[in-house]
């Protein structure tokens, strides 16, 4: 009874993604030609924000291991020019936290802050 009202004492086994890291405009390109094969997803996060730090153990904690995607990881704060091209070359505005789902080079769907987390990402692969 404890343990579901105040947690369990045991450690934690940490969840480690996938992630490949989005840190130069260059690589977009090459995203969406990957993604004429295989669903690319981009998630876009602050560092420095309470609520994107948030979502983002969320979306750690609630992800599928062997989804069929590529996952790419952009630290907004530190690769503000790769954040930019990324709306630009995707056409979706900029949000943060935000996870972009791209097939046959588009965006077919994205989603931010809670919105990340109620993603069916299983429908996309």
Request: aromatic residues 10%.
């Amino acid at each position: 009874m404890f343990k579901k009202l105040f947690g369990s004492s045991e450690p934690k086994e940490e969840k480690i993604l996938p992630w490949q890291p989005l840190t130069n405009v260059s690589q977009l390109e090459n995203i969406a030609k990957k993604s004429n094969a295989k669903t690319q997803l981009i998630f876009k996060h602050s560092t420095r924000c309470g609520i994107s730090s948030m979502v983002m153990n969320q979306f750690v904690s609630d992800y599928v291991i062997d989804i069929n995607a590529d996952l790419y990881y952009l630290d907004l704060l530190n690769y503000r020019d790769v954040s930019n091209e990324v709306g630009y070359k995707f056409q979706v505005m900029h949000q943060s936290p935000q996870l972009l789902v791209l097939r046959n080079g588009v965006v077919v769907a994205y989603a931010s802050h809670g919105g990340i987390n109620e993603m069916d990402l299983v429908k996309f692969v």
